[in-house]
């Protein structure tokens, strides 16, 4: 499996970006996909993911990030509004099947003026 991260860039404090993650490869099954980040100096923490049809959130992004996904297109996305400098993060994917995690390589975000 195969996680395709893309999306990130430089933002604007009050704008929006739109994260996709896309996954590839054959013989596997989606059981749960989700959005970490890392920022410098701190752990990586879980953002938003999808069990199933069930979205869940870190509470400092409720309201303003909604997780989403195409089944069809096995991809991911994470739209993000009203951005914020502590979003400022290297985010990436997680797909886990049949008990085995898979990683994306990272997109960065970075919101400044």
């Known amino acids: 499996v195969q996680l395709q991260a893309s999306g990130g860039g430089l933002v604007q404090p009050g704008g929006s970006l739109r994260l996709s993650c896309a996954a590839s490869g054959s013989g596997f099954s989606i059981d749960v996909m989700d959005w970490y980040r890392q920022a410098p100096g701190k752990q990586r923490e879980l953002v938003a993911g999808?069990?199933?049809?069930?979205?869940d959130y870190a509470g400092s992004v409720k309201v303003r990030f909604t997780v989403s996904r195409d089944t069809a297109k096995k991809t991911l996305y994470l739209q993000m509004n009203s951005l914020k400098p502590e979003d400022t993060a290297v985010y990436y994917c997680?797909?886990?099947?049949?008990?085995?995690?898979?990683w994306g390589q990272g997109t960065q975000v970075t919101v400044s003026s």
């Open positions: 999808l069990i199933g049809d069930i979205a």
């Open positions: 997680r797909l886990v099947s049949g008990g085995r995690v898979y």
